[in-house]
């Protein structure tokens, strides 16, 4: 070859390799470029983006999303490549190297694992991981699952427990109730049903803010007192159910005491002492029941027992408590039949003026003739309805059967007269009752003084404020008012001469023992003396013999009832006898009487 070809071919090497290096270095910076931009892209990523060898779990590379999780930089966790697993919770580290050790090439798989960061603070986090097997590389994405973990849990927890106490919740101990049936059939266990005696008074005269206080003091006494043997939960409202892991009575006992002695310490809301008392059911397994629903109803049906045998105290469930709320529950069904269909009627017995025996007015007695079952007594709806709250009702249908029959008497009879309705302390302690009664007479054009509203001792006596507040009320509207069943209470000559009262009524067990028990003499006389010096009139009821009529108009009992004049008759009775030209009552011999 000559050497000008040589030189040729060298210089056109030359050319080429300066081309060669001339696009290398513009590949290099392409790819430089190329980096810088990747880079960035998983610089703006809030996922962790790493990559770890296959074989000795090192790590390889990892974006800068780490450094907020993790709490450590990116170089931090270059430098060290093991960082990443110290950070792993020690729980969890068996679960992620599992992982690895297991996961195939070609195929990925997600894991949730818990972190302490730099700081300490444990994080949940979620991973998904491929096997690279091309590469050599784990090549994961990772995020931070922290905040939705804790809203998850929150939801959870809040399904089954009570927000404001924090207690297990009804669901909640109904799975336990479950759970316990399942797995220890043969271990017996007690459930405790509490309930908070008078709390719906403090809610509604106090505010709920104070309620829920006391709610949660009452949840701290409680988990006080159950520690970690047993199950406390809130069943809802006022009402608290422990899963009581013995049956032995005297442990119960104990607890149950214990329990009441510690809701009677006051519970100081805002430097104000509130006072409470609780009533206690229990039911056992296996001896009352085998099945979660029934041991809770039977729990709570020995509750309402302990509330009807005086409240603040404990009772065990007995098979004639149900029976006793069958019989309960039937009346309550005729109550509210009789009510819908307006089965309830209103009898009116006489009440006659001891010394002319001229008529003075009625006592209304409501009663109830069902069509189907028959004469339902009024000492049986009476007593069901003040406990269920029908008795508010009832009472409206007596004010209205009431004002009916004054307006039906007064298109056909001249003579003054009045009609007593009997007031329950529930419908004494509604708000509005005074005025609401005096609305309903105005609305009817009804004269209030046709009205007498008779009420017991112990009505009065249950809350003497409120009973004079509305007892003032009903007097200031021109309404006479009766104190009823007089002699049997306890404490109710310390208010009498405070109280509006224009008539005492001498209870009928006085009177029918009148010539048995001398004492009851005297204390028909006292009660006489008394009410005339403080300017009331007298009435007797359940007068039924002659003696018991002479006896009482000697010492002059203004007014008398019983059924020695009238027994309790219908409205179209009386009016048919009001209608006739013949006086109401006409004594026939000394002592008989025709009406």
């Known amino acids: 070859m000559k050497l000008s070809e040589v030189e040729s071919l060298h210089h056109m090497l030359r050319n080429a390799q300066d081309v060669i290096k001339h696009q290398a ?3 290099a910076a392409l790819l430089e470029s190329k980096n810088q931009e990747l880079q960035e892209i998983l610089g703006n990523i809030d996922q962790i983006i790493w990559y770890i060898d296959i074989t000795t779990l090192t790590l390889q590379y990892v974006n800068d999303a780490i450094a907020p999780i993790f709490g450590y930089t990116k170089e931090e966790f270059l430098l060290d490549s093991t960082l990443w697993q110290q950070c792993i919770h020690s729980d969890d580290r068996p679960l992620v190297r599992s992982l690895f050790e297991t996961l195939h090439p070609g195929t990925s798989q997600e894991i949730r694992f818990r972190i302490y960061n730099a700081g300490g603070e444990l994080r949940w986090l979620n991973s998904r991981i491929y ?25 959870a927890f809040l399904a089954y427990h009570d927000p404001l106490t924090l207690l297990p919740n009804r669901s909640k101990l109904k799975l336990q109730l479950h759970s316990r049936l ?28 104070v309620g829920d206080q006391i709610l949660i003091d ?40 214990q329990l009441i002695h510690a809701f009677k310490n006051p519970f100081v809301i805002n430097d104000i002492p509130f006072f409470l008392s609780s009533s206690i059911g229990i039911s056992t397994y296996p001896q009352d029941a085998s099945n979660p629903e029934d041991l809770i109803k039977y729990a709570d049906t020995a509750m309402y027992e302990a509330k009807n045998n005086g409240k603040n105290r404990f009772v065990y469930y007995q098979a004639s408590m149900q029976r ?18 307006q089965f309830f009627e209103l009898y009116f017995q006489p009440l006659l003026n001891s010394q002319t025996f ?26 069901v309805a003040e406990k269920n709250g029908d008795i508010l009702l009832i009472g409206q249908e007596v004010l209205k059967q009431a004002c009916d029959f004054i307006q039906a008497v007064q298109k056909i009879y001249a003579q003054p007269f009045y009609v007593a309705i009997n007031v329950s302390t529930k419908q004494l302690h509604q ?57 049997t209470g306890y404490s109710s000559f310390a208010y009498l001469a405070q109280l509006p009262i224009s008539t005492l009524k001498i209870d009928k067990s006085f009177i029918q023992t009148l010539h048995e028990v001398d004492s009851n003499r005297h204390i028909i006389e006292a009660i006489s003396n008394l009410a005339h010096v403080l300017e009331m009139d007298v009435t007797a009821e359940g007068i039924e013999t002659e003696d018991q009529f002479n006896f009482l108009a000697k010492h002059q009992i203004d007014t008398l009832q019983g059924y020695l004049f009238s027994k309790p008759i219908t409205r179209d009775t009386i009016l048919k006898k009001l209608s006739s030209p013949i006086p109401f009552f006409v004594p026939e011999t000394t002592m008989a009487f025709t009406i």
């Open 182 to 209: 399942e797995h220890s059939i043969s271990s017996p266990f007690a459930l405790i049903f509490i309930d908070l005696d008078n709390f719906k008074n403090i809610n509604d005269t106090m505010g709920h803010e």
């Open 431 to 487: 708000i509005r009752f005074a005025h609401d009664l005096l609305d309903c007479m105005r609305q009817r054009s009804i004269p209030p003084h046709f009205l007498k509203v008779e009420l017991t001792e112990s009505a009065v006596m249950d809350n003497i404020d409120i009973a004079s507040r509305q007892l003032h009320i009903l007097k200031e509207g021109g309404v006479h008012i009766s104190l009823d069943d007089f002699g």
């Open 25 to 27: 270095n513009e590949l």
């Open 358 to 383: 001229t008529l003075q007015g009625f006592e209304a007695l409501m009663r109830l003739p069902h069509p189907t079952e028959g004469f339902i007594t009024p000492d049986v709806f009476i007593s």
């Open 324 to 341: 006793a709320i069958h019989n309960f529950l039937h009346i309550e069904s005729l109550i509210r039949d009789g009510l819908k269909h």
């Open 131 to 155: 096997h690279n097997d091309k590469l050599h590389f784990f090549v994961g994405v990772t995020s931070d699952i922290t905040e939705s973990k804790i809203q998850t849990e929150e939801i």
């Open 218 to 257: 009452v949840s701290h006494r409680l988990r006080e007192l159950t520690g970690e043997s047993h199950f406390p939960s809130r069943f809802g409202g006022d009402e608290f159910v422990v899963l009581f892991n013995t049956t032995n009575s005297q442990t119960i006992n104990d607890f149950c005491t």
